[in-house]
Structure formats: structure tokens, C-alpha cells
């Protein structure tokens, strides 16, 4: 008997329908041995581990020694990246029967994938562990050192996280950015044409055109009355079609998916969370459906490539099929060719209607992942756009407005991944226009002045804010989602509308770590050692001069800081009402463990508290007309609920219910 060992059950099932009798497959559900719960387990002298093994695990390590004595080959096929071969390096160290050990590696779970594997076993990538333990120890040790100083100088129950508190920071500075915005008023001015026709013609198309320059000048119109002088002269001006410019434009399809862009289009196209997305893509990994999810790599194994281009050639016919294959170079530098970016395992599995587990959800990022490989290899879209230029003769002045029409010429990978709209350069969408010539004379049906203003950058949202993680090289794809569930579970950021806000407790931890220990928050150090961790999986590097390279001056630091930092006091939210028990005091909005509540600003001296509830203002419950309030679940989830419950069992996941008049 052989026994082949992987981390999921859902995995071993998959496995097991492309084996034989001969083979045993066990799963470890995740890691088995870990750095221990309760103390530092690392030697800072020597940067030595002390694992522990993981609560619960026992008695399957005590399956898998007796599974393994008996077997005549055994088989490490965790994942293929820095976890997975962590979780075969602790098994082979803990099961006996060394000689019968090999490490099988495969980036999607199909017969033909796990023939190949089985036919060219390999021993464990010790440079991989490495790296994976590097990465560990670094976090143990900004982790265990600095959330013990967070207890004593802010509060009690906090942590710290060499990712996490960077992305915190983020949030942070875009909040404070926001808040000191200063909004600039200007004008934009819009005219409404219709070209002129004869009486027993019908009626020609309307459009708008937007007032761009004056005199040749490029126009900014900045106040009220200039704006008001301007309109008074376009609607008395004549207008004729100065120019009429039309261009193709090729649009490629965009690269295959790998983690972060997967990440990114499942949180813009279904609203999901990172988290979220990639409990799903484990799931379609695991029933072998989709390469694995946790790449940065766009590489496609040119098998793969060949069946997509039969496939759209039969489906689609041969003007949708380029004359040779798409390649897509890699930009991470963290990125190995041999893994592949995330694709079907199977092409012609198409859209969304699999029979698969985890029902709805598995079917729409399985059909996310389908399309995008396939439009991926198909040809560009063309589209032509049409810019016309009016010109206004007005009595004192030469008026220009533009506007921009497009017309799709061929579909290409939109055949597959869907229209979208087309857009200028300030994103306003392209309507359609009529035809017209140079000279071609307008009547005007409207002059709109409008008044605007600069708006404050927008907050991060799930796919904006993993864009920015990994442009700034902080993270890698497997630390995304965990990061982000994390930062809320700990209140240090919140999220209201699919957008990231940080809590007030969030800014105070923040501020500390930004004044005492700025390197720990520095884009660029915590980028750089990102490089490093790759560096040791890649062999360039060893781990114990990386983290003594750290930690001296960070423990150096720490000291200092114990010594000479003051308490911070984390502000409170004052609600404007007097406290219900003391009379004394005002009610105010405190962060606890479990989020917010209210209390009183008398506490201790007044020991008065209770839940915080947010109320909607403007939204009442679709069922009982009552109020509509934020709640969350045991779990942590946002989500919106009638005031009147358990009377009323409203609840809205993901929109709020319509305005009541």
C-alpha cells in the first residue's frame, strides 16, 4: 500500500477518484506542528524554533505514524508553495520511515497532472521551509515583543503584526488625508444639440457636448459668475461641427488571474471580501477544477494555451483566435515560472453551471476564472471612437465643446467576458452620436452650467487596498485575506459600504507605532524584507543573518520605548447624551475586544455601559416601517437589521433598503 498525505479532506477525496487501490491518501487538515500558543518559542540568540504540536492534532499525527508504518512508499503532496512544504517538512520530521519518503508537488488536481507527479517524486524544497520559518519567526517576534508594550501604553488586549499594522497605517493616512481635504469649487458647462433637418425627415439624435476651451484657450470655469456669463453667451452663440476625428482603438484582453487580481475582480464584480474569495478557490483547487489559487505568476502551460485556442476556434470560429498564442511575462519578482496563473483545469467545463460544492458562490468565481481564461487568449477588441468638436460663435467670443461616441467594430474577447462600457479619460461614459460632417450645422435645445467640486481621495476598498499592498510589494498573495480579516477582527479598521474606515482605537495604535517605531511602518523596510523572505526561498540568503538583522535593533528600540513612552489615551466619540445611571457623566463610544459599545466618560467612577448600535439615517425597514440599524454577527460580519427585532426579522446583507419618502 502506498500512502499519499495532503492537508484537506476535500483534497483527499479528489485524489482518491484518480488512484487505484494501492494508494491511502490521509489528510493532516492544516498544519500539525506550530511555534506554541502561549510563549515567544524562539531562541533570540540563534533564531532557533520551539514547536509545539497544534491543538487537536494529536491523534491525527498519531493516524498518520500508523499509516505510515505500514505503507511501502509514502507520498508529502501538500501544496505547492511555502506553507504546503512547511506542513511535508513536519510531517516527514514526525512519521518514521524516512527512506520510504518522497515530495510530490502538483498545480492542479487532474489524472494527468498526478500521473506525472507520481512518475518524478522529489524530496522536500528545504529552502522553501526556510523561508516559510523566517517568515514565521519574523512575525512572532514583532508580535510577541510589541503587543505586550501595546497593552501597557494604549490597552489591554491588543496586538501588533508586521503586515498587518502597515496596512493599518494605509487606512490611517488616507482617513487623515480625507479629513484634511479642502474641497475647490469649479464649474462644468454642457450644451444639449440636435442636428438641424429637414421638416419631412425624423428627428435627429440628441447629445450632449462639454465646454473645453474658449479662444483656443483651455477653459476653467472657477465661480458662479463667470459661469452664469458664459451660459448667457452659448445660448444666443451659433453652432456648427468644427471637426469630427475618428480613431481605432485595439483593446488586448487582460492577463490570465493570479491571486491578487482574482482577489481584486471578485470584490468589484460580486462584492466579495478577499477572505471570501479564497475559501472558494481553495474549494475549486481542491475538487480540481482550477489550478492553484495562491500564484503570482501569469504563466500558462502551453498544453493548457492549446486547448483554449481549439476551443474558441470551435466555438467561436476562427476570426476570434489571434495567429499565435498570447504570452504574458511575469512582473512579480517573488513569482516562479513553474507555477502557473489560475485557470480551469479543464476548458471545455464552461461558465457557470458546474455541479460543484459550495453551490452559488463556487459557480460564479468558477465562471469568473473561466472567462478571463479563456478571453485571455482570444482576439483584441475594436473599437472606434468618435470625437466631435462644436464650435459656438458667440458675440464676443469662440466657444469649443467636445464629446466622444464609440461604435464596437468587433467584439473579440468580449465575446466571452462581456461588454463594457466604454469611457473617456475621466471615466464619463461614451454614448453614440449621430452622424455628422464638418460644417454640419446644430440647433441648441440647452445650456447646463453645473457646479462641482475636487473630491477627497477615495477609501480603500477590498480591491483598491490589495492593489496598494502589492504595489508597494508588502505581503504576498497568501497574507492578503488573512490580513484584512484580521485588522477588523481587531477593530482596528471597519468597514461601512464595501469601504475601510479606521477606528479611533486603530488611529491611537497607529500614532504610537509611527512615533516610536517608524521602520516597523515603513512601506519600503517592510517591501524590502518581503525581498528578503523570496531571497531565502530562492537560496540567495540565510535566515539567521536576516533576523538578527532585524531584531537587535528592534529589541534595542523596545527598551527604550518601555522606558520613556508615555500612556496614550484613545479618544472616545461623544454622542451628546447624558449617561442613564450617574446623570453625571456623558455617553460616549468606546472600542472594546468585541467592537464598540456605548459608556459612560465617567468609567471607572461609573461603571454604566451598553451595546453601541448604529442607526441609518433616512432608511426605514421595508417590512415594519421601524428604524434601520448596522449590526454584525457572532462571527463579525456587517450587516443590516431592523431596530424592531426579534419582532421584525428584517436583514439586508449587501443593500440597504430603499429611501422612505
Same mark, same amino acid.
Given at each position: 500500500?502506498?500512502?499519499?498525505?495532503?492537508?484537506?479532506?476535500?483534497?483527499?477525496?479528489?485524489?482518491?477518484?484518480?488512484?487505484?487501490?494501492?494508494?491511502?491518501?490521509?489528510?493532516?487538515?492544516?498544519?500539525?506542528?506550530?511555534?506554541?500558543?502561549?510563549?515567544?518559542?524562539?531562541?533570540?540568540?540563534?533564531? $532557533?524554533? #520551539?514547536?509545539? &504540536?497544534?491543538?487537536?492534532?494529536? @491523534? +491525527?499525527?498519531?493516524? /498518520?505514524? %500508523?499509516?505510515?508504518?505500514?505503507?511501502?512508499?509514502?507520498?508529502?503532496?501538500?501544496?505547492?508553495?511555502?506553507?504546503?512544504?512547511?506542513?511535508?517538512?513536519?510531517?516527514?520530521?514526525?512519521?518514521?520511515?524516512?527512506?520510504?519518503?518522497?515530495?510530490?508537488?502538483?498545480?492542479?488536481?487532474?489524472?494527468?497532472?498526478?500521473?506525472?507527479a507520481l512518475a518524478e517524486p522529489g524530496q522536500i524544497n528545504l529552502e522553501l521551509v526556510e523561508a516559510q520559518l523566517s517568515r514565521r519567526i519574523l512575525d512572532?517576534?514583532?508580535?510577541?515583543?510589541?503587543?505586550?508594550?501595546?497593552?501597557?501604553?494604549?490597552?489591554?488586549?491588543?496586538?501588533?503584526?508586521?503586515?498587518?499594522?502597515?496596512?493599518?497605517?494605509?487606512?490611517?493616512?488616507?482617513?487623515? $488625508?480625507? #479629513?484634511?481635504? &479642502?474641497?475647490?469649487?469649479?464649474? @462644468? +458647462?454642457?450644451?444639449? /444639440?440636435? %442636428?438641424?433637418?429637414?421638416?419631412?425627415?425624423?428627428?435627429?439624435?440628441?447629445?450632449?457636448?462639454?465646454?473645453?476651451?474658449?479662444?483656443?484657450?483651455?477653459?476653467?470655469?472657477?465661480?458662479?459668475?463667470?459661469?452664469?456669463?458664459?451660459?448667457?453667451?452659448?445660448?444666443?452663440?451659433?453652432?456648427?461641427?468644427?471637426?469630427?476625428?475618428?480613431?481605432?482603438?485595439?483593446?488586448?484582453?487582460?492577463?490570465?488571474?493570479?491571486?491578487?487580481?482574482?482577489?481584486?475582480?471578485?470584490?468589484?464584480?460580486?462584492?466579495?471580501?478577499?477572505?471570501?474569495?479564497?475559501?472558494?478557490?481553495?474549494?475549486?483547487?481542491?475538487?480540481?477544477?482550477?489550478?492553484?489559487?495562491?500564484?503570482?505568476?501569469?504563466?500558462?502551460?502551453?498544453?493548457?494555451?492549446?486547448?483554449?485556442?481549439?476551443?474558441?476556434?470551435?466555438?467561436?470560429?476562427?476570426?476570434?483566435?489571434?495567429? %499565435?498564442?498570447?504570452?504574458?511575462?511575469?512582473?512579480?519578482?517573488?513569482?516562479?515560472?513553474?507555477?502557473?496563473?489560475?485557470?480551469?483545469?479543464?476548458v471545455e467545463a464552461e461558465g457557470e453551471r458546474l455541479e460543484v460544492e459550495d453551490g452559488r458562490d463556487a459557480n460564479k468565481l468558477y465562471g469568473l476564472i473561466?472567462?478571463?481564461?479563456?478571453?485571455?487568449?482570444?482576439?483584441?477588441?475594436?473599437?472606434?471612437?468618435?470625437?466631435?468638436?462644436?464650435?459656438?460663435?458667440?458675440?464676443?467670443?469662440?466657444?469649443?465643446?467636445?464629446?466622444?461616441?464609440?461604435?464596437?467594430?468587433?467584439?473579440?474577447?468580449?465575446?466571452?467576458?462581456?461588454?463594457?462600457?466604454?469611457?473617456?479619460?475621466?471615466?464619463?461614459?461614451?454614448?453614440?452620436?449621430?452622424?455628422?460632417?464638418?460644417?454640419?450645422?446644430?440647433?441648441?435645445?440647452?445650456?447646463?452650467?453645473?457646479?462641482?467640486?475636487?473630491?477627497?481621495?477615495?477609501?480603500?476598498?477590498?480591491?483598491?487596498?490589495?492593489?496598494?499592498?502589492?504595489?508597494?510589494?508588502?505581503?504576498?498573495?497568501?497574507?492578503?485575506?488573512?490580513?484584512?480579516?484580521?485588522?477588523?477582527?481587531?477593530?482596528?479598521?471597519?468597514?461601512?459600504?464595501?469601504?475601510?474606515?479606521?477606528?479611533?482605537?486603530?488611529?491611537?495604535?497607529?500614532?504610537?507605532?509611527?512615533?516610536?517605531?517608524?521602520?516597523?511602518?515603513?512601506?519600503?523596510?517592510?517591501?524590502?524584507?518581503?525581498?528578503?523572505?523570496?531571497?531565502?526561498?530562492?537560496?540567495?540568503?540565510?535566515?539567521?543573518?536576516?533576523?538578527?538583522?532585524?531584531?537587535?535593533?528592534?529589541?534595542?528600540?523596545?527598551?527604550?520605548?518601555?522606558?520613556?513612552?508615555?500612556?496614550?489615551?484613545?479618544?472616545?466619540?461623544?454622542?451628546?447624551?447624558?449617561?442613564?445611571?450617574?446623570?453625571?457623566?456623558?455617553?460616549?463610544?468606546?472600542?472594546?475586544?468585541?467592537?464598540?459599545?456605548?459608556?459612560?466618560?465617567?468609567?471607572?467612577?461609573?461603571?454604566?455601559?451598553?451595546?453601541?448600535?448604529?442607526?441609518?439615517?433616512?432608511?426605514?425597514?421595508?417590512?415594519?416601517?421601524?428604524?434601520?440599524?448596522?449590526?454584525?454577527?457572532?462571527?463579525?460580519?456587517?450587516?443590516?437589521?431592523?431596530?424592531?427585532?426579534?419582532?421584525?426579522?428584517?436583514?439586508?446583507?449587501?443593500?440597504?433598503?430603499?429611501?422612505?419618502?
Amino acid at each position: 500500500m502506498n500512502l499519499i498525505i495532503v492537508e484537506s479532506p476535500t483534497k483527499a477525496k479528489t485524489l482518491s477518484r484518480f488512484l487505484g487501490s494501492d494508494y491511502r491518501v490521509e489528510a493532516t487538515m492544516g498544519h500539525v506542528r506550530d511555534l506554541p500558543e502561549k510563549k515567544l518559542g524562539v531562541n533570540v540568540e540563534t533564531f $532557533e524554533p #520551539e514547536y509545539a &504540536v497544534v491543538t487537536g492534532k494529536k @491523534e +491525527i499525527i498519531d493516524k /498518520l505514524k %500508523k499509516e505510515a508504518s505500514k505503507a511501502s512508499k509514502i507520498y508529502l503532496a501538500t501544496d505547492p508553495d511555502r506553507e504546503g512544504e512547511a506542513i511535508a517538512w513536519h510531517i516527514a520530521d514526525l512519521i518514521s520511515g524516512k527512506s520510504k519518503l518522497s515530495r510530490i508537488t502538483f498545480h492542479e488536481i487532474t489524472k494527468s497532472a498526478i500521473d506525472k507527479a507520481l512518475a518524478e517524486p522529489g524530496q522536500i524544497n528545504l529552502e522553501l521551509v526556510e523561508a516559510q520559518l523566517s517568515r514565521r519567526i519574523l512575525d512572532r517576534l514583532v508580535g510577541y515583543k510589541l503587543s505586550p508594550l501595546l497593552w501597557q501604553k494604549v490597552r489591554r488586549g491588543l496586538s501588533a503584526g508586521r503586515v498587518q499594522s502597515v496596512t493599518v497605517r494605509l487606512i490611517v493616512e488616507r482617513e487623515k $488625508e480625507i #479629513e484634511k481635504f &479642502v474641497p475647490v469649487e469649479y464649474w @462644468e +458647462i454642457a450644451t444639449l /444639440l440636435q %442636428k438641424l433637418v429637414g421638416s419631412d425627415l425624423p428627428e435627429a439624435p440628441k447629445f450632449w457636448a462639454k465646454l473645453v476651451r474658449r479662444n483656443g484657450e483651455k477653459l476653467e470655469v472657477k465661480g458662479e459668475v463667470e459661469a452664469k456669463e458664459i451660459t448667457a453667451e452659448l445660448e444666443k452663440a451659433g453652432y456648427e461641427i468644427y471637426s469630427v476625428d475618428k480613431k481605432d482603438f485595439r483593446r488586448n484582453p487582460a492577463p490570465p488571474f493570479i491571486t491578487s487580481t482574482l482577489q481584486q475582480a471578485a470584490a468589484n464584480r460580486l462584492g466579495w471580501s478577499s477572505k471570501r474569495t479564497m475559501n472558494v478557490a481553495q474549494s475549486l483547487y481542491e475538487q480540481g477544477l482550477i489550478t492553484y489559487h495562491r500564484t503570482d505568476s501569469t504563466n500558462l502551460a502551453g498544453e493548457a494555451v492549446n486547448r483554449a485556442r481549439d476551443f474558441i476556434k470551435e466555438n467561436y470560429g476562427p476570426n476570434y483566435l489571434p495567429e %499565435k498564442p498570447r504570452l504574458y511575462p511575469t512582473k512579480s519578482k517573488s513569482a516562479q515560472e513553474a507555477h502557473e496563473a489560475i485557470r480551469p483545469t479543464n476548458v471545455e467545463a464552461e461558465g457557470e453551471r458546474l455541479e460543484v460544492e459550495d453551490g452559488r458562490d463556487a459557480n460564479k468565481l468558477y465562471g469568473l476564472i473561466w472567462k478571463r481564461f479563456v478571453a485571455c487568449q482570444m482576439e483584441a477588441s475594436v473599437v472606434e471612437i468618435t470625437t466631435l468638436t462644436v464650435q459656438a460663435a458667440g458675440e464676443k467670443n469662440i466657444y469649443h465643446l467636445e464629446t466622444k461616441g464609440a461604435w464596437e467594430k468587433f467584439d473579440g474577447w468580449r465575446k466571452v467576458y462581456g461588454k463594457v462600457d466604454e469611457t473617456d479619460e475621466q471615466g464619463n461614459k461614451i454614448e453614440s452620436l449621430p452622424e455628422v460632417d464638418k460644417g454640419t450645422e446644430l440647433k441648441l435645445l440647452e445650456v447646463k452650467p453645473e457646479q462641482k467640486f475636487t473630491q477627497p481621495p477615495p477609501r480603500y476598498n477590498e480591491a483598491s487596498l490589495i492593489k496598494a499592498l502589492e504595489e508597494l510589494g508588502i505581503g504576498r498573495p497568501s497574507t492578503y485575506a488573512p490580513t484584512i480579516s484580521t485588522i477588523q477582527e481587531r477593530n482596528y479598521v471597519e468597514k461601512q459600504e464595501r469601504q475601510f474606515l479606521p477606528t479611533v482605537l486603530g488611529v491611537a495604535v497607529t500614532d504610537f507605532l509611527m512615533e516610536y517605531f517608524p521602520n516597523i511602518l515603513d512601506y519600503q523596510f517592510t517591501a524590502k524584507m518581503e525581498d528578503d523572505l523570496d531571497a531565502i526561498a530562492n537560496g540567495e540568503k540565510q535566515r539567521v543573518p536576516i533576523l538578527n538583522e532585524f531584531y537587535r535593533p528592534f529589541a534595542e528600540k523596545l527598551e527604550g520605548v518601555k522606558r520613556v513612552a508615555q500612556r496614550v489615551a484613545v479618544q472616545v466619540e461623544a454622542t451628546g447624551e447624558s449617561c442613564p445611571k450617574c446623570k453625571e457623566g456623558s455617553v460616549v463610544i468606546r472600542v472594546g475586544r468585541f467592537g464598540k459599545f456605548l459608556s459612560c466618560s465617567r468609567f471607572p467612577a461609573c461603571d454604566w455601559r451598553a451595546p453601541y448600535v448604529k442607526k441609518i439615517e433616512g432608511m426605514k425597514c421595508p417590512k415594519c416601517g421601524g428604524d434601520i440599524v448596522y449590526k454584525r454577527t457572532k462571527k463579525g460580519k456587517g450587516f443590516y437589521g431592523c431596530a424592531n427585532w426579534p419582532k421584525c426579522d428584517f436583514a439586508s446583507w449587501r443593500k440597504l433598503p430603499v429611501k422612505t419618502k
